[in-house]
């Protein structure tokens, strides 16, 4: 089979990786990919939201299936506009997408099938904010309703910062805002849970804990992830069962409701709060950096996954894990999230220790001549699988340490919950 992957991160190579290692698979190509994808797969520069330049090549190249891995095109509907043309594709349609692409859509979804998540409330301008937030309790929660890359949302400990963060709500930092979102401040502990549906059945596809904040001890400013590790130490069989039965079916049945269907990963960005789960959020993707954390425990050909999906077929087979823990480390460019510089080399990647336990999946990077370069904020993911997280750190440490990139900077503590100091 000939496949070809949409994207260019952690998360994207991760995924090349686990395809790489079907039977079925010949050819695999990535649009536009970075250097770490380009060691197993070719790399075509084509601009994934141009729907009709991805057709024009996947159609010229015969491709026999397509694995869309970020957002925005899902949001934007390009599943549905390859169906219509006939193309094999993997991730859900423009419909259900909006469980990402719009907050306040899984919000009143929420609402009708009673999901428990924070209260909320939707306001149309800044007046009817100002007023509202006048009386809220604090802290309070603000978020932007559309796609904003992980930002968009603010904590606010007090009115002032409220009304600084409407403000730049609709003064349309994150795009034209036709409404705003406020929420209850929900206090627990975070988990990612995922699930891969074909829209008639579904099954479970890791759970994992990631590390959003720049800072050790989970301070400082949000980032895309800074790590994580997997299975999250929350897991346990009980609350899986609070979340299918009060959280995932309830969704699928509102999404069977509105007349389609639910096909894809689907990721619940949860709060457990003391032990009853909280939807924070629905991503209708992979995470990343969970991803990269999950997908080497992975033991079944992941392209059959994909395949009983389309097919409508998930039900007929079984998706098997080993069953190690796994950690994470980003490395990333100094002054993420913030500025940062670009087209810096990257040496000593031959010494590295990479094998079936110790991974290495590229992010912001770039060949050149045979050189590597870094041109994004988050560079270079590396994973560890083992019997004890403490032993996967050490392993990613040593590794880390080989690599002795200077311009980059990484959190000595991801899994601190986890491991014993
Ligand atoms: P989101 O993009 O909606 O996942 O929000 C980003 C981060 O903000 C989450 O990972 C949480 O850490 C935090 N967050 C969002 N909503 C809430 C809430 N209602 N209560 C507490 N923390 C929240
Ligand atoms: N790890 C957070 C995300 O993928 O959105």
């Not at 959020?281 to 059959?304: A, W």
Request: charged content about 25%; aromatic content about 10%.
């Amino acid at each position: 089979m000939k496949i070809a992957i949409l994207g260019s991160g952690g998360r994207e190579h991760a995924l090349t990786f686990s395809i790489s290692k079907s039977n079925k698979v010949k050819k695999i190509y990535c649009i536009p990919g970075n250097a770490g994808t380009s060691s197993i797969a070719e790399n075509i520069s084509i601009d994934i939201n141009n729907f009709e330049s991805v057709y024009e090549f996947l159609k010229k190249n015969n491709i026999d299936l397509v694995v869309v891995g970020p957002e925005d095109p899902l949001v934007n509907g390009i599943v549905d506009y390859l169906e219509k043309l006939n193309i094999r594709v993997f991730g859900p349609n423009k419909v259900a997408s909006q469980l990402e692409g719009s907050k306040i859509f899984t919000k009143n979804l929420c609402k009708k099938y009673k999901i428990p998540t924070a209260e909320f409330g939707v306001f149309k301008n800044a007046d009817e904010s100002y007023n509202y937030i006048n009386n809220a309790k604090h802290p309070l929660v603000i978020k932007a309703d559309n796609l904003a890359a992980g930002k968009g949302v603010y904590i606010c400990r007090e009115k002032k910062e409220s009304c600084l963060a409407v403000k730049e709500i609709f003064d349309g930092k994150f795009g034209t805002a036709k409404n705003i979102l406020f929420e209850e401040f929900l206090e627990g502990e975070e988990m990612s849970y995922f699930i891969v549906s074909d829209g008639k059945t579904f099954k479970y596809f890791g759970s994992a804990q990631d590390h959003k904040r720049v800072g050790e001890g989970d301070k400082g400013k949000n980032t895309g992830g800074m790590g994580a590790y997997s299975p999250s130490r929350l897991f346990n069989k009980e609350l899986e069962q609070k979340i299918l039965e009060k959280i995932i079916k309830p969704t699928l049945k509102g999404i069977n409701d509105l007349g389609t269907k639910y096909r894809g990963f689907l990721y619940a960005g949860l709060m457990i709060v003391n032990d009853e789960p909280f939807l924070i959020e629905y991503n209708v993707r992979m995470g990343d950096p969970e991803c990269q954390t999950i997908l080497p425990t992975l033991e079944t050909d992941i392209i059959k996954i994909f395949q009983s999906c389309i097919d409508e077929k998930l039900n007929e087979i079984e998706i098997k894990w080993i069953n190690k823990k796994s950690l994470c480390v980003v490395l990333c460019s100094k002054g993420y999230p913030d500025k940062y510089e670009k087209n810096i080399i990257i040496n000593n990647f031959d010494k590295l220790n990479l094998n079936e336990n110790n991974y290495l999946f590229h992010a912001g990077t770039q060949q050149q001549d045979n050189k590597i370069y870094a041109n994004g904020g988050r560079v270079l993911n590396f994973i560890s699988l083992s019997n004890t997280y403490g032993e996967a750190k050490k392993n990613i440490h040593e590794n880390l340490k080989r690599l002795n990139w200077e311009k980059g900077f990484f959190r000595k503590d991801i899994g601190y919950k986890v491991i014993d100091k």
